[in-house]
């Protein structure tokens, strides 16, 4: 019923920039908080930035001054522009949104979950 769709990986080199964007779709009534987590093989998955539907922002701490999390609320999009970026920024980025829906059991809050994009830094 709801789907999550991310664009804007791809392979740069250190210090460069890539932009990342997450649509929302499907049956819903409103969306809460959008975020972007990440994880690199054999790590576990990390928060990068979140944004709440009231504009307040977190970050984690390894990406603080350089990347920036913004959505379009009338277009249920998230974006995370990544700047300076790091070998260590290489990593699958998921989109997270916490988006109410409504059922014929009445209209809920659940965590949904996009597919991942790959974003590489070379180095």
């Known amino acids: 019923q709801v789907q999550l769709v991310e664009s804007g990986g791809g392979l740069v080199q250190a210090g460069g920039s890539l932009r990342l964007s997450c649509v929302a779709s499907?049956?819903?009534?409103?969306?809460?908080?959008m975020g972007w987590y990440r994880q690199a093989p054999g790590k576990q998955r990390e928060l990068v930035a979140t944004?709440?539907?009231?504009?307040?922002?977190n970050y984690g701490d390894s990406v603080k001054g350089r990347f920036t999390i913004s959505r379009d609320n009338a277009k249920n999009t998230v974006y995370l522009q990544m700047n300076s970026l790091k070998p260590e920024d290489t990593a699958v980025y998921y989109c997270?949104?916490?988006?109410?829906?409504?059922?014929?059991?009445?209209?809920?809050?659940?965590?949904?979950w996009g597919q991942g994009t790959q974003v590489t830094v070379s180095s």
């Open positions: 499907g049956n819903i009534l409103s969306i809460n908080t």
């Open positions: 997270k949104a916490y988006i109410q829906t409504k059922s014929a059991f009445g209209a809920y809050y659940n965590d949904y």
């Open positions: 944004s709440t539907s009231g504009g307040s922002t």
